[in-house]
């Protein structure tokens, strides 16, 4: 990988990551987690309880790129058709004309996705997955790049419905943020004072630069020894007592291009053992089964389930 220090796309980077800390405060590895899905052609999702940052988070690197950018509050009454689009009939015409629905997007804000039904959530699934969307007989592509940003609230909040497993493996990470410290709750009262920092972000990272960063993620280097050592965590969640469900191999696939993305993201064109590490929660989670565990509480058993695996699998010289 060339070098980094003079290449507009890192400036831009540097930019787009100095600008959503300044909206998040004091919230380093939430902002880390949702750049390395960006970078990684992946997507967010964030969960944790309502006014700790999670739609800010989303919106500040929303309006950090260049590109068209959609917010989507889902609620219980929401129709597949509400996010895809529908024909309708245009009477001077005599037929009928599709219109194209929010998802036709490059950052989609899917917020609060949990508190519309699985058959609403779903219908985001092949746009995810593929970058494109079928409706009314047609498959119709996405213009790249289509980031998805989704929140959702705890499961034992009022009035919402668990994802379904195929949809959380299309999730890069999934990440919370929690409360934070006083000192950067007590800066947060100050910044707020007859004013929404939200207001003074803007693009500072194009399309062209973002592309740039992605072909840069798939040049870095994984040794062999790294890559065995990941297939190991990875092999370890499919064989633990406490797991009935372990990691499938589109989630190894994920975790191996997060890693890539979380080198770029440090100015680095190889993988080290730390970015294998420090992913293999966030990657890995929430796309786990936890033996006698319902939905709550089921990513923070998870996690605890994936370190104690780091903690007994040889990490390489």
Known sequence: MPDSSDSPEFAALDRLRDQVSRVLLGKPEPIRLALVALLGGGHVLIEDAPGVGKTSLAKAIAKSLDGQFTRLQFTPDMLPSDILGASLFKPDMGEFEFRRGPIFTNVLLADEINRTTPRTQSALLEAMSEG?????????PLEPPFFVIATQNPLESEGTYPLPDNQLDRFMVCTGIGYPDREHERRALIDHAGREPLDDVGPVM???????????????RVDDSLRDYLLDVVEATRTHADLVQGASTRGALTFDTAARAAAVLDGRDYVTPDDIKGLAVPVLAHRLGVRGTMREGRREKAGAVVRQILAEVSVPD
Request: hydrophobic share 40%.
């Open 132 to 140: 494109q969307v079928s409706a009314e007989g047609a498959t119709l």
């Open 206 to 220: 194009s399309r062209e630069e973002l592309k740039a960063l992605r072909t840069r993620v798939g040049a870095v």
